[in-house]
């Protein structure tokens, strides 16, 4: 079985430009998460889909963070503009069901550097 | 809001020997979830463990065991026969029951196997 896709792995950007990250979940699973881990920090959520639906977003800085899961299967975040701060890794994960506590797995993550 | 708080950033073990990861966290809910997660160097994100709060008896995955004291509010793990491929960095993470799937994580301990 494949695990959480994201591509890219590395993006390098200069302030103020856009942004996007793509994630593909397992196969058959419902509920997608996004995290941003900053260095020598644990993952905090973004956002919390069930299927198509954004359920949690209350931690997304919603001034220039976006993201979408049309669908329900693969989901883009993006970011514009970009401001050096916004360096991190973003992680993607995905569970089987909805409001089950099922284990999260989580994909490889965009580091991202903004200069 | 719940808090997840690891007082180790760093520790270091002989092959073969045991370590315990320390995790204390704060919460006010009775029913919850932890987790001990391990991400090395390659940054994926793998679940080594899950406890559930209303089972008193503490989890165990082959090499790996927690020490729950729920009326402490601590979560340790337990590695016994370290191995080399344990090198990485351990994330505990709390999640409230019948809440929003938030997984709250800790700033992690990373622990070095050495030969």
């Known amino acids: 079985e494949a695990g959480v896709v994201q591509s890219p792995r590395y993006k390098i950007i200069e302030k103020k430009q856009p942004v996007a990250f793509w994630c593909n979940p397992i196969?058959?699973?419902?509920?997608l998460y996004w995290y941003r881990q900053n260095l020598g920090q644990g993952p905090e959520l973004l956002i919390r889909y069930e299927n198509e639906e954004a359920v949690d977003d209350s931690q997304l800085p919603k001034d220039r963070f976006s993201a979408e899961r049309l669908k329900g299967v693969d989901s883009t975040l993006k970011i514009q503009p970009a401001e050096l701060g916004d360096s991190a890794v973003y992680l993607c994960a995905s569970s089987p069901l909805i409001r089950v506590f099922e284990t999260q797995y989580f994909g490889p993550g965009t580091r991202l550097l903004v200069l | 809001a719940q808090t997840v708080t690891q007082s180790q950033p760093e520790m270091s073990v002989q092959e073969a020997e045991t370590v315990t990861l320390s995790c204390t966290y704060d919460?006010?809910?009775?029913?919850?979830?932890l987790f001990w997660y391990k991400q090395p160097p390659s940054r994926q994100m793998i679940l080594v463990i899950r406890q559930e709060a209303y089972k008193q008896q503490n989890a165990t995955e082959n090499r790996f065991s927690v020490n729950f004291q729920k009326a402490a509010k601590s979560f340790s793990l337990k590695i016994s026969d370290s191995q080399l491929g344990d090198t990485a960095m351990y994330f505990c993470?709390?999640?409230?029951?019948?809440?929003?799937?938030?997984?709250?994580f800790g700033k992690g301990t990373k622990l070095t196997v050495n030969p």
């Open positions: 993470a709390f999640m409230k029951l019948g809440g929003s799937e938030k997984l709250v």
């Open positions: 919460t006010s809910e009775n029913n919850y979830y």
């Open positions: 196969s058959g699973h419902n509920t």
